[in-house]
């Protein structure tokens, strides 16, 4: 059974920096693609970045170019989002995404971004 922990989110002020990083297990196929999404109150789940595994190519939504990096530690099954200048509109559940040939998410972590 695929499973996707994660951890790193928290509080911080505006300008501020988080690392958010995820255990991903269980995976019985090749997994496809690897990576974050986020729900804030009152809006739909949306895609953040991922990583297409086959060639690690990246993705990233508009609003996180160039503030946000994803990156896999391919030994240790981990993928992280590294998340600079942070903006109070970034706040919300991030949680980590899998694609093999189902999709699969985390439990989600918190993050708050505070003006």
């Known amino acids: 059974q695929v499973r996707l922990v994660e951890s790193g989110g928290g509080l911080v002020q505006a300008g501020g920096s988080l690392r958010l990083s995820c255990a991903a297990s269980?995976?019985?196929?090749?997994?496809?693609?690897l990576g974050w999404f986020r729900q804030a109150p009152g809006k739909e789940r949306e895609s953040v970045a991922f990583?297409?595994?086959?060639?690690?190519?990246?993705n990233y939504r508009d609003s996180v170019k160039g503030r946000f990096t994803i990156s896999r530690d391919i030994a240790k099954n981990m993928v992280y989002l590294q998340m600079n200048n942070l903006k109070p509109e970034d706040t919300a559940v991030y949680y980590c995404w899998l694609y093999d040939t189902s999709n699969y998410w985390g439990q989600g972590t918190q993050v708050t971004v505070s003006s």
């Open positions: 269980g995976s019985r196929f090749n997994i496809n693609q």
């Open positions: 990583i297409i595994t086959s060639d690690g190519r990246t």
